[in-house]
């Protein structure tokens, strides 16, 4: 069965670092998305990503952040300068066509800690 | 905005026995996507029921079904049989049909299959 591939599945950064999560959509999908999850909370929205640009953000998704398809076949995540609060489960997502009834396909996630 | 409340954060049931998972949500949609999505400790999301709003037929999948009450916003879900592969999170989420393709869900309840 397809599957949504993310790398690295956890990930140590220091304040103030770059960091590039990745991830493999499934290959005819469309439409790709990153939610977080902080610990002990909600799964939430960061942003969706449709024909090389973004289709929807949330309010979390700041200057901070970015996305990007670089080579048709990895989306990638982007935090510039990382904050303590940014340390959280980052979770791709990608379906074939918008606004699915049949709910996305999630990875598996990546931990990222920032210390 | 649209809200979603799962109000146990965490259940246990033995095997063999049924166990019932509430959701409720808070929208002024009329038309929208409920979903249920199982997170074990793999930490993958997995999609296990789904249910589209203008149906009232309630979804079933094998041993996972819904109480999907629309004037009363809630959608729970219940699991015959429970196995202990069961043992997960379990999410609740919220789709709006039309102009967004966020998911909006819900803090999760922690489900232990005891043998």
């Known amino acids: 069965e397809p599957e949504v591939t993310q790398t690295p599945s956890h990930q140590v950064t220091q304040m103030g670092q770059e960091v590039i999560l990745r991830c493999v959509p499934i290959?005819?999908?469309?439409?790709f998305y990153w939610y977080r999850q902080i610990l002990g909370q909600k799964v939430e929205f960061l942003v969706s990503?449709?024909?090389?640009?973004?289709?929807?953000k949330s309010e979390i998704f700041d200057d901070q952040f970015s996305v990007e398809r670089p080579d048709g076949s990895n989306f990638t995540l982007k935090i510039r300068s990382t904050k303590l609060e940014d340390s959280a489960m980052y979770f791709c997502a990608s379906s074939f066509q918008r606004e699915t009834g049949t709910g996305y396909t999630f990875g598996s996630g990546t931990r990222l800690t920032v210390v | 905005a649209q809200t979603v409340t799962q109000s146990q954060p965490e259940m246990s049931v033995q095997e063999a026995e049924t166990v019932t998972l509430s959701c409720t949500y808070d929208t002024s949609e009329s038309n929208y996507y409920l979903f249920w999505y199982k997170q074990p400790p793999s930490r993958q999301m997995i999609l296990v029921i789904r249910q589209e709003a203008y149906k009232q037929q309630n979804a079933t999948e094998n041993r996972f079904s819904v109480n999907f009450q629309k004037a009363a916003k809630s959608f729970s879900l219940k699991i015959s049989d429970s196995q202990l592969g069961d043992t997960a999170m379990y999410f609740c989420a919220f789709m709006k049909q039309g102009g967004s393709e966020k998911l909006v869900f819900g803090k999760g309840t922690k489900l232990t299959v005891n043998p």
């Open positions: 990503f449709y024909n090389n640009e973004i289709s929807e």
């Open positions: 290959s005819n999908h469309l439409y």
